[in-house]
T-cell receptor, first 114, second 114 residues
């Protein structure tokens, strides 16, 4: 059974640019959550999507946005990139929101902003 | 602000030793406490989890001890092996956090020396 797939694995962008990251959940999983991981702040929740609707949002600026498609695949977008946006962006999927035991993370997208 | 405080930041033990990682939380609405293991270049993987109605849970060499009154929980790794060298995160979630949103500790980097 395929796991959570995140693409691309690595990205290098310049300050001021925008970036789109993709996440394909495990087959049958309909809930997708995004996290930002940095050495200083650790893992921080960005947002959660279920049935193409944003269910919850973390404490991040509006430059961070996301969406979910009808096949449950999700994308997140960061506009006007800043150096501090350099991080590992992780996606996790589950059958539905609050599905504690099915929560599975992908390997992440490593974003470097220069 | 919902927080989960984790200690120590790093830990070095010899093979066969019993590393212990501690976490403390503030929000009494948390009702699910998982531990994740993360290897370099990979996303976090669920190791073991506990709910506050039990004081201890064991799965293989991994044991969670939970103290509800003190709002603390810890991970013990019995007979640690070099392959256990990884970063460990405690986390918590619950109804008070809204939808299924994990709040993570800052992580503990464990090194098991042969």
């Amino acid at each position: 059974k395929a796991g959570v797939t995140q693409t691309p694995r690595y990205l290098i962008k310049t300050r001021g640019q925008q970036v789109t990251l993709s996440c394909s959940p495990i087959s049958g999983h309909r809930s997708v959550s995004w996290y930002q991981q940095t050495p200083g702040q650790g893992l921080q929740f960005l947002f959660e999507y279920f049935s193409e609707t944003q269910r919850n949002k973390g404490n991040f600026p509006g430059r961070f946005s996301g969406r979910q498609f009808s096949n449950s695949r999700s994308e997140m977008n960061v506009s006007t990139l800043e150096l501090g946006d350099s991080a590992l962006y992780l996606c996790a999927s589950s059958f539905q929101p609050r599905d504690n035991y099915g929560y599975t993370f992908g390997s992440g997208t490593r974003l470097t902003v220069v | 602000q919902q927080q989960v405080k984790q200690s120590p930041q790093s830990l070095i033990v010899q093979k066969g030793g019993i590393p212990i990682i501690n976490c403390a939380y503030e929000n009494t609405a948390f009702d699910y406490f998982p531990w994740y293991q993360q290897f370099p270049g990979k996303g976090p993987a669920l190791l073991i989890a506990i709910r506050p109605d039990v004081s201890e849970k064991k799965e293989g060499r991994f044991t969670i001890s939970f103290n509800k009154s003190a709002k603390q929980f810890s991970l013990h790794i019995m007979d640690s092996q070099p392959g256990d060298s990884a970063t460990y995160f405690c986390a918590a979630s619950g109804r008070g956090a809204g939808s299924y949103q994990l709040t993570f500790g800052k992580g503990t980097k464990l090194s098991v020396i042969p």
